[in-house]
């Protein structure tokens, strides 16, 4: 059984996993968006600054650090969670997460769109520089399933480097 799967549509980049965890589960983990970092590859850090407004640290090309101001724009309880930067109308990026029954009793479909300025010119921009669209969302929800499923992520494609490795304990 595939674990992630991908695609690029005209509406943006695509990608749906399965977590063995119930719907209500998967959405509260995720609905609390300061549990982004850890697993999102570029995402450091969240801070809530406001009512439904959230202050995003990102790692981006060559370790520049980056902060974003993002917005929910929905949300339906174990159903939908819908967020934007805050960039001008034409800039703004989208994203839009929908969660529903998996195959399975107890466990969870995440389904993500991300919609990107510019359309597929957008894309092709972030793939020239280091960060392609489709492969890190779907790295980004394979991340999702392993931290939920196993408490800790191993996937490390997609992102900053060092972000997830393992120390062994100090002594």
């Known amino acids: 059984m595939r674990h992630c799967s991908t695609g690029i549509r005209d ?11 119930p719907v209500g589960d998967v959405f509260g983990f995720y609905r609390d968006l300061k549990n982004l970092p850890r697993f999102l590859g570029d995402v450091v850090a969240v801070d809530e600054v406001g009512p ?5 640290t990102v790692v981006g090309p060559f370790g ?3 902060r974003s101001t993002m917005r929910l724009t929905e949300a ?4 939908l969670i819908r967020y934007e930067t805050t960039a001008v109308p034409a800039l703004r990026t989208h994203w839009t997460i929908r969660f529903g029954p ?3 009793p107890g466990w969870t479909t995440v389904h993500e769109v991300l919609r990107t300025p510019f359309g597929g010119l957008g894309r092709g921009v972030l793939t020239l520089i280091g960060k392609p669209p489709a492969e890190e969302v779907a790295a980004n929800l394979r991340r999702l399933k392993q931290v939920l499923e196993t408490g800790e992520v191993t996937d490390t494609d997609h992102a900053v480097a ?5 120390r062994p304990p100090r002594r």
Not at 52 to 56: D, L, S
Not at 76 to 79: I, S, V
Not at 162 to 166: I, Y
């Open 11 to 21: 509406s943006g980049v695509e990608a749906t996993v399965t977590v063995r965890r």
């Open 52 to 56: 439904g407004r959230y202050r995003w």
């Open 64 to 66: 520049i650090r980056l």
């Open 76 to 79: 339906r309880t174990d159903e």
């Open 102 to 104: 998996g195959p399975e």
């Open 162 to 166: 060092g972000k997830f490795d393992r």
